[in-house]
């Protein structure tokens, strides 16, 4: 199986609005959910406020993007309207470009329409697709015509679906097959910063996703960004018998095995934390092996 197209080119950077996000070191991505149907209700930021304030934090903490999201995808969600997610996210956005119009803002939406308002309307940056064009089939082209990176993560089924009972022949094999496809229909269309997120908790058992922790590094073979988020979700607190309050020790180790394992963007609820893990992993990988 040819899972290395040759257009493929090794990242370290992306372009994000005429800037350059460097990735030779890991960053951290920063959540605001402007919605009140979320997994963990500390990531949950309605008014315009305590948006303001969570992303200072973000920037304060170390974050070097944030991203926002309107619209919960948590297991058996049900999808708010097009009309609602463009309200909210709209809200979120305004109140980012006018206290920190410097900010790299990805935009958490799978509507090809949504994407392009926000890009349009208000330079976000990087487009999060938790689904990578399957519940959109516009959106390929839209961000191949927008000129932003893209963020393709792999789900199995929708939010409402992905949890009830996931199977697979072979896991690695078949998100290494779908990650090929994908990748490769993106770069004919011109996509040039893609980055790819193996979708931890979407549509995947607690075995499934630490499997894919333990073979993380294999998709190196991309030569893409891989992007994972496993912030305080149900792969950390169910093992620990835990809450998502509680979580936050388990996801500062999952963030750091990911990192020895070629992980280039954390998103995260707890940006401080993240960045330390980033500091102290980098310190240790760095130093030369002794005889």
């Known amino acids: 199986m040819d ?3 040759t257009f493929f080119q090794s990242k370290s950077t992306l372009a994000c609005n005429g800037k350059l996000l460097d990735l030779t070191t890991p960053v951290v991505m920063g ?9 963990y209700h500390g990531s ?16 304060q903490q170390g974050g070097a993007v944030i ?12 999808l708010v309207t097009e009309d609602e997610e463009l309200k909210r996210l709209s809200k979120a956005a305004a109140v980012i470009r006018k206290h920190f119009p410097e900010a790299i803002l990805s935009v958490d939406t799978f509507r090809a329409s ?6 349009t309307d208000f330079s976000a940056s990087i487009i999060n697709d938790i689904s990578a064009g399957e519940m959109d089939k516009m959106m390929f082209e839209t961000v191949a015509d927008l000129g932003v990176p893209y963020i393709a993560m792999h789900m199995q089924g929708t939010p409402e679906t992905m949890q009830v009972n996931p199977t697979y022949e072979n896991l690695i094999k078949d998100v290494f097959k779908y990650f090929a496809t994908k990748t490769e229909e993106l770069g004919r269309l011109g996509v040039k910063d893609i980055i790819i997120d193996p979708g931890f908790g979407f549509g995947k058992t607690i075995e499934h996703n630490y499997t894919l922790l333990n ?22 607190y169910k093992p620990l018998e835990a809450k998502p309050t509680t979580s936050l020790n388990g996801t500062s180790v999952l963030n750091t095995i990911a990192l020895l394992k070629g992980a280039k963007i954390l998103r995260v609820h707890d940006v401080k934390e993240a960045v330390e893990a980033i500091k102290l992993t980098e310190l240790c990988i760095n130093q030369p092996i002794g005889d």
């Open 3 to 5: 899972i290395a197209p």
């Open 215 to 236: 073979n993380l590094d294999a998709f190196r073979i991309f030569n893409l960004p891989i992007l994972v988020g496993v912030s305080r979700k149900s792969m950390i």
């Open 67 to 78: 991203d926002i999201g309107a619209c919960s995808t948590r297991p058996g969600a049900k």
């Open 114 to 119: 949504v994407a392009r308002r926000m890009v």
């Open 31 to 39: 959540i605001i959910n402007i919605t009140s149907d979320s997994f």
């Open 44 to 59: 949950q930021f309605r008014l315009k406020r305590r948006i303001y304030k969570r992303a200072k934090e973000i920037i």
